[in-house]
C-alpha cells in the first residue's frame, strides 16, 4: 500500500541502474512512470549511447547494494566506480541537455560488509558534489542509505517519492532510512 497518489509518476521516465530490488521497480511502474533498466555489464561508452538514445529520461536510480553484495575485495571501488560512469553517462546522455532530472543513489545497507560505511559515505558525497555542479542544469542528486531493518516497501516508497515532483526540492541530501 502506497499513501501516494495514482499516476503521480505518468509521463516520467525513469532509468534503474545497479538492479534496484523488484519493488522498486514494480512500484514506479504502478505509479505510472516508464522504467528503463541499464544492462547490469554498463560501461561509459555503452552507457552514453543508451542514454543518448532513450532521451526524455526524467530521473535515475541506481542501486550500489546489488554490485556490493556482501562487501567482497574491490566492491567498494566497484560499486563507486559504477555508480559515477552509469550517473554521468545518463546525466550527460539525457538529464542534462533536457535541462532538468533526478539522480537518485541507493547506498548498501550497513551490514553488507567491511566497507559499506565507506561506500555509504562515497555515494553521499557524490550525490553532495553533482547537487552543487550540476545545479546550473536543473539536475538535482540525493542518496538514500537503507538501514539493516529497512523493508523494500519502505525503500520503493521513498523511492518515488524523491523522483516525484515532491521530490525535486531535495539535493545534495541523505536519507536515513530505519537508523544505521
Given at each position: 500500500m502506497?499513501?501516494?497518489r495514482q499516476g503521480l509518476l505518468?509521463?516520467?521516465?525513469?532509468?534503474?541502474?545497479?538492479?534496484p530490488p523488484p519493488r522498486v521497480r514494480n512500484a514506479l511502474a504502478g505509479l505510472g512512470a516508464q522504467v528503463l533498466e541499464l544492462d547490469a555489464a554498463l560501461d561509459e561508452d555503452g552507457a552514453?549511447?543508451?542514454a543518448a538514445a532513450a532521451g526524455g529520461i526524467g530521473a535515475l536510480v541506481y542501486d550500489?547494494?546489488?554490485?556490493?553484495?556482501d562487501g567482497a575485495d574491490g566492491a567498494l571501488q566497484e560499486s563507486l566506480e559504477l555508480a559515477w560512469v552509469a550517473t554521468r553517462a545518463v546525466a550527460t546522455g539525457a538529464l542534462i541537455p533536457d535541462g532538468a532530472g533526478k539522480v537518485l543513489l541507493i547506498a548498501p545497507r550497513p551490514g553488507a560488509g567491511p566497507f559499506a560505511t565507506a561506500?555509504?559515505?562515497g555515494l553521499e558525497n557524490l550525490a553532495r558534489t553533482l547537487s552543487v555542479e550540476w545545479a546550473r542544469y536543473g539536475v538535482t542528486a540525493a542518496a538514500v542509505a537503507p538501514g539493516?531493518?529497512?523493508t523494500e516497501d519502505e525503500l520503493a516508497e521513498l523511492v518515488c517519492y524523491l523522483v516525484s515532483p515532491a521530490g525535486?526540492?531535495?539535493s545534495g541530501c541523505l536519507f536515513e532510512l530505519g537508523g544505521p
Open positions: 502506497t499513501v501516494l505518468a509521463g516520467r521516465a525513469v532509468a534503474l541502474a545497479g538492479a552514453r549511447e543508451w550500489a547494494g546489488s554490485c556490493f553484495a561506500a555509504r559515505a539493516d531493518r529497512t525535486e526540492y531535495f
